[in-house]
């Protein structure tokens, strides 16, 4: 079975610092794809960045990276240098196949609060 | 261009009334996603369809639940009878990259049922 774990239930940081939000995964799939997505306040969620499991390649799009580790079935994200805005509820996810058809399940969420 | 578009986006009814929830993907997008959030249960995949045909709706609660996508444009939730745990943050989604792809999410269907 599927399962991902976001054990960081809220964070709460103080602007400018760096933070890392937790994100482990279980399948016993050998192809899957590893999300993250942002809700803001506003609701909607917002996609950041999609994985596959053949590249563990690290990932960083200005102020946020991503660390891909299969040895410890983890997809990490940080925030470096955190402002007001990304005050939201981070979403990580696992897609494989299963039964026939495509699967997406969502963790839990970890809300981070960004104070002035 | 617009986004995902879904109405109304606060809807409050009484045990037992129908309520349907409606949707209309971004243009071009041959993928729909019915989702649910609660607290409880976080954020589940109900359904979803491919060119307007339900791929997988094993997500789908009971039989109290029914989609359909009766063109590229617009698609439907519907629930009867509704039931107060039925209370939830209805999101629609589309793609052109299927479920396993980047998903564009609408703003989302308060519902509270009393």
């Known amino acids: 079975a599927q399962k991902v774990t976001q054990a960081q239930t809220e964070i709460s940081v103080v602007e400018k610092e760096d933070v890392t939000l937790d994100c482990v995964y279980e399948?016993?799939?050998?192809?899957?794809?590893l999300f993250w997505y942002k809700q803001p306040p506003s609701g909607e969620l917002v996609f950041l960045i999609r994985r596959n499991s053949f590249d563990e390649q690290n990932e960083i799009s200005g102020r946020y990276s991503w660390n891909f580790q299969k040895s410890t079935s983890s997809f990490n994200f940080t925030i470096t240098a955190s402002q007001v805005v990304d005050s939201a509820v981070y979403f990580c996810?696992?897609?494989?196949?299963?039964?026939?058809?495509?699967?997406?399940?969502f963790g839990a969420g970890t809300r981070l609060a960004v104070h002035p | 261009d617009a986004g995902v578009i879904q109405s109304p986006r606060h809807e409050v009814t009484e045990m037992g009334q129908e309520v349907t929830l409606r949707c209309k993907p971004i243009s071009g997008h041959d993928y729909l996603f019915w989702y649910r959030q609660t607290m409880m249960r976080g954020l589940e995949l109900l359904i979803y369809?491919?060119?307007?045909?339900?791929?997988?709706d094993s997500g789908m609660p009971e039989d109290r639940f029914s989609a359909k996508m009766p063109n590229a444009s617009f698609s439907t939730l519907k629930i009867q009878p509704s039931e107060p745990r039925d209370s939830a943050v209805y999101f629609c989604?589309?793609?052109?990259?299927?479920?396993?792809?980047?998903?564009?999410f609408g703003p989302g269907t308060r519902l509270t049922v009393t």
């Open positions: 369809f491919n060119n307007n045909v339900p791929i997988d």
């Open positions: 996810a696992l897609g494989g196949f299963s039964g026939g058809y495509n699967k997406l399940i």
């Open positions: 989604a589309s793609s052109f990259s299927g479920l396993l792809g980047e998903q564009y």
């Open positions: 399948t016993r799939d050998t192809t899957y794809y």
